[in-house]
T-cell receptor, first 114, second 113 residues
């Protein structure tokens, strides 16, 4: 089944404790992206990747890191989480560089930072 | 960069009525306009999209219209049903920007029996 998976789905952590949210897609998509969703603000892009080893900042990249060592994986790293990073996070992937194309979203990760 | 505004933020309709959600975008270079539906606790899913070379697109009860001159596009849902209740997001993508999407802030649609 073609899908985007994320882990964990729920995470409660404390300020400053490094964490990684994994994202994987099995559709051989070149483009992957991370969004955060906050009430009243919609979905805002954090980072995106056009291909392996190619990543770039989105609209709200502060406090986040990403890597793209393999085509299928695009982990989101919070090296020192803070309470303002409490949010619902979605990973998405899309076919090809000659887009734009439909983006397929993962199931989401609800992060709480205390 | 691109800015997308979406209205209204909440919309309540009676079952069987039509619902219209409107979005405006700022960058005339944008050429792809998808609409996503997000049910409670679920991921956003594409319901319809339109590209700038088309003025209108329809898929059963849903349709999208695009006015490039005014830089606005709208989602129309006819004969609404309770299962249409969800949050709807519009988005815009800039030509040459790969697949970067800029989203509107969402519309909570409630279809009442």
């Amino acid at each position: 089944e073609a899908q985007v998976t994320q882990n964990p789905r729920y995470l409660i952590t404390v300020t400053g404790k490094k964490l990684t949210v994994t994202c994987s897609q099995n559709m051989n998509h070149e483009y992957m992206s991370w969004y955060r969703q906050d009430p009243g603000l919609g979905l805002r892009q954090i980072y995106y990747s056009m291909n392996v080893e190619v990543t770039d900042k989105g609209d709200v990249p502060e406090g986040y890191k990403v890597s793209r060592k393999e085509k299928r994986n695009f982990p989101l790293i919070l090296e020192s989480p803070s309470p303002n990073q409490t949010s619902l996070y979605f990973c998405a992937s899309s076919l090809g560089l000659a887009g734009p194309y439909e983006q397929y979203f993962g199931p989401g990760t609800r992060l709480t930072v205390t | 960069g691109e800015n997308v505004e979406q209205h209204p933020s909440t919309l309540s309709v009676q079952e069987g009525d039509s619902a219209v959600i409107k979005c405006t975008y700022s960058d005339s270079a944008s050429n792809y306009f998808p609409w996503y539906k997000q049910e409670l606790g679920k991921r956003p899913q594409l319901i319809i999209d339109i590209r700038s070379n088309v003025g209108e697109k329809k898929d059963q009860r849903i349709a999208v219209t695009l006015n490039k001159t005014a830089k606005h596009f709208s989602l129309h849902i006819t004969e609404t049903q309770p299962e249409d209740s969800a949050v709807y997001f519009c988005a815009a993508s800039m030509a040459g920007g790969g697949n970067k999407l800029t989203f509107g802030t969402g519309t909570q649609l409630k279809v009442e029996l």
